[in-house]
């Protein structure tokens, strides 16, 4: 909306130039999705109280300690977050960019995967949701959509390409087989960060942590000099997902004012698959897939550890760790889960830094 107000009366009104920038319109974002939040948080999470008398089910072979702490709290918080990731989307992006539409559809398509499987969760007073094979068809499906949308909107001489970080002439073209990459980005993306969510806070600030990562990483490559410099490839329009990013940043910020513990609301699976979705969708059009493996190393951990942990046990009958995803490994050895949290965030920062360093380090 405000880049059509900068389009159509600049020419009376010099202030909303301002509005062309992105730095500036990525920094309003931020703000407005995080007003956002505090403001309707509240009134979104007495809803969500109000049609789950008895919040989450509750692992019943999770850390015994999760039985009477976290039982009663609501989830679907992801209802929250995209609520917030929309209003500052429509505000603030520039609507003749198909990538910004395209992480949209992401985020959306697989928050909605995420809310039916919330929804049977709750309804039918068990943890268990949509069965896995078709929680996996529809992700699929999903993700062969968004792969075809960017491989018809990038150049082509990108658009089935892949990049290594550290090796600036190091360029694969997949071809056709880019969409079975792509496809195992997103959907290993959002089930990452799916898994990664089972503690308060633990995956919010790592999620807005890449996303900050990326909105730089995505204003540089649409930036034909940045990107000349530092040796990346140049995306024409790849800057305003900056824009996108920062309406994730916000909306991570505005949702931990409230799932800092002890937690009044859980993203569930409505917030994890459309946050780990979005970013996945970023990491492509951005060309810095194997990055996002960098950055989200603490994701990759978590999917490790419980990928080990079961084929371990299916060959051997020994399980590796006390506990899988990793986070609950560290909870039967008796961490606190704020130290936990803590730990993995550090973890996270230091990563995102490696990861910003590959961009100059080729």
């Known amino acids: 909306m405000f880049v059509y107000l900068a389009e159509t009366y600049t020419q009376y009104f010099t202030f909303f130039n301002l509005f062309n920038y992105i730095s500036f319109r990525a920094g309003a974002a931020v703000l407005t999705s995080l007003f956002f939040s505090l403001i309707f948080g509240e009134m979104i999470i ?3 109280s109000s049609i789950q008398p008895t919040g989450q089910p509750i692992r019943s072979d999770g850390p015994e300690r999760h039985l009477f702490e976290k039982a009663g709290t609501p989830t679907m918080g992801g209802i929250l977050i995209l609520a917030s990731i929309i209003t500052s989307f429509f505000l603030w992006a520039r609507f003749t960019n198909f990538y910004v539409w395209i992480s949209l559809f992401a985020c959306i398509a697989f928050g909605l995967v995420g809310f039916l499987d919330d929804y049977k969760k709750i309804y039918s007073k068990s943890s268990y949701g949509l069965k896995a094979s078709t ?5 699929i499906v999903l993700a062969f959509i968004i792969i075809f949308l960017i491989y018809r909107t990038m150049p082509e001489n990108l ?3 892949i990049n290594f970080p550290f090796f600036k002439n190091l360029i694969i073209d997949l071809g056709m087989f880019f969409f079975i990459f792509g496809i195992f980005i997103i959907v290993g993306s959002a089930n990452a960060v799916n898994l990664t969510d089972g503690l308060d ?3 919010i600030v790592p999620v807005m942590i890449v996303a900050t990562t990326f909105a730089f990483i995505a204003y ?4 034909i000099n940045f990107s000349e410099y530092l040796q990346i490839n140049y995306i024409e329009g790849s800057g305003e997902l900056s824009v996108f990013c920062g309406s994730i940043i916000g909306s991570a910020l505005g949702f931990l004012w409230f799932n800092a513990p002890p937690a009044k609301v859980f993203m569930g699976d409505t917030g994890s698959l459309s946050l780990g979705g979005g970013i996945g969708t970023l990491s492509i059009m951005t060309k810095h897939e194997i990055v996002l493996a960098i950055v989200g190393g603490l994701f990759v951990l978590e999917t490790l550890s419980v990928i080990v ?7 051997t009958g020994k399980r590796i760790f006390q506990m899988a995803p990793l986070h609950h490994h560290f909870e039967k050895k008796g961490w606190a889960e704020s130290t936990i949290v803590i730990r993995f965030w550090i973890i996270t920062i230091v990563l995102a830094l490696i990861g910003l360093a590959t961009l100059k380090i080729r």
């Open 201 to 203: 806070g633990l995956a």
């Open 135 to 139: 929680r996996i068809i529809l992700q």
């Open 309 to 315: 942990q079961v084929i371990s046990f299916k060959f």
């Open 46 to 48: 007495t809803f969500l």
């Open 159 to 161: 658009n089935s390409t």
């Open 220 to 223: 540089v490559s649409g930036n």
